[in-house]
């Protein structure tokens, strides 16, 4: 768990703000203090060279050829100018007493504030063809798979390794442009550790239908170049040689910075209920590690979505304007388009809870189901029906029994 932070030192005109990783997080943070009246200085410190972008459009729209890299964007108009950049340039380090920064380029950055909000990368597959195992966590992670793509003819095999969202989706997007994506999952179905036993199981045939193929139980032995291709080769099953090989295996927290930092590292950057960590150093975002008061009671848990880290930057903004992190509770929400549908969770369930299926089947393609845990609501998902989905939602704005959801049945209004 994460040190108990005593107390809070809001902004004020003396404040000096360092937000640490040019992302979603750290930019919404930014909007944020901006919106909430905030306007001593801010410094944004990026490893990337670019002003943060969008991450969701990578493996959808723009690995279609859909929308271009500038329409990923986040930072519009005159908001660019409100901030010191120091882009392209790593943090290495940071003390905590003095909260100061150190960069990559021998320079530091002191701030009164500091926000971790370096989120995750994307885990690498260790193979002999090294780095010809493309992932797809950044902007010039796409770029390059695109221009791997531009050399490849039309209708040719596209290995993706690992069957979960990044995976899905890659294999989705690659699928519109006209190649032949092969999935390579390693467990017997897609999502099973994440969405359980029956949803992996109402979601096996989407990629079939969609004209993707799925090979499960796949595990990768070792991937190695073959002339122009690769090939990846199985334990005890068919290799599958591939003009590109694409790994969506899962992501690692960017921790290591803050290696001798003293602050409670594991599995992310823990904090407490402030989004702190020790007093006026915070994380937000996929990097924090936080306290969810979800319906089983309070949970430390590290989430990768999206929603999540505007949450945490919106919490964190009012704590350092207001010295409270006010009485919102954060309902997780993810969602994913793969093969044609949408996968969309409210809650944070485990794989073990128990799961009723309320509305729909499989053939109809479009359902909406219930998960629960000793009587409770603990999740909704859907596919393909955001509309009961949101009609939902209210099912976790307060601890609802499954008896209480199913007399309620707030999908059918
Ligand atoms: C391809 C893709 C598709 C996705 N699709 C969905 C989706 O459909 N739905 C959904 O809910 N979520 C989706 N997500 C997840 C969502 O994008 C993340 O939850 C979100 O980006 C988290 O924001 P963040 O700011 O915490 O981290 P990031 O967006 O990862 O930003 C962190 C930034 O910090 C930088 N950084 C790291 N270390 C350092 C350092 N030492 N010094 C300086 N900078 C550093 C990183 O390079 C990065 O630029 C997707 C993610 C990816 C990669």
Redesign the pocket.
Known sequence: MARDVQSITRLDGSSEVVV???????WRLVEAMRRDGFEGPVTV????AHRPYD??P??KQLLTGAIGADDTTLVHGSSRDTVTWRLGV???GLDVERRRVYLADGSSVTGTHIAI????RARRLSTTAGSRVRT???LDDVVRLNEDLDRLETGATVAVIGGG??GA?VATSLSKRGFRPVVLEMALRPLLTVLGADVSAWLLRIPELAGVELRTGQTVRDVVGEGDALRVLIDGGADVVAGIVVAGIGAIP?VE?LGDSGLVVDNGVAVDATMHAAPGVAA????ARFVWAGPAGAQSVRM??????NDHATTLSRVWITGDAGAKVLIPY????QYGKKIQLLGHPTPNDDVIRVLGDDQSGRWLALYHADGVITGVVALSNPRALMLSKVLLDTRTTLAQAMASAPWTT
């Open positions: 640490v990783g040019a992302g979603l997080a750290g410190i990026g490893d990337e991450r969701p990578l493996s790593a943090a290495v909000a370096t989120g995750t797809l966590r950044t969202f990044i989706e960017n910075w937000i975002g996929d990097v990768e979505h999206w929603q999540v880290a993810f969602w994913s388009d």
